[in-house]
């Protein structure tokens, strides 16, 4: 069994910052990939960042310049820094491995 848990979600003002980070335990084999991935609601869930072992990243579009992904390989640690935080932005965040495993989420809520 692969346990992820997420930390570090919470309540924020517009324009505020929030620091995730996400462990992975377990039967870990190999990590390919690590993840995050927010999912609104009424919305479906959307890709956020991912970042290879080797350290190549990928954004969505919405939070590119905003948010930055990094790992610590020797931990099976990935975090999500969130700056210049927006309404838009409230959602569930989710951690992901190798576009397999699911952590439990962690609420993100930007309001005044």
């Known amino acids: 069994q692969v346990q992820l848990v997420e930390s570090g979600g919470g309540l924020v003002q517009p324009g505020g910052s929030l620091r995730l980070s996400c462990v992975a335990s377990g039967r870990i084999f190999s990590i390919q990939v690590m993840g995050w991935y927010r999912q609104a609601p009424g919305k479906q869930r959307e890709l956020v960042a991912w970042i290879t072992s080797s350290g190549s990243t990928n954004y969505a579009d919405s939070v590119k310049g905003r948010f930055t992904i990094s790992r610590d390989n020797a931990k099976d640690t990935v975090s999500l820094q969130m700056n210049s935080l927006k309404p838009d932005d409230t959602a569930v965040y989710y951690c992901?491995?190798?576009?397999?495993?699911w952590g439990q989420g962690t609420q993100v809520t930007v309001s005044s």
């Open positions: 992901n491995l190798n576009n397999y495993h």
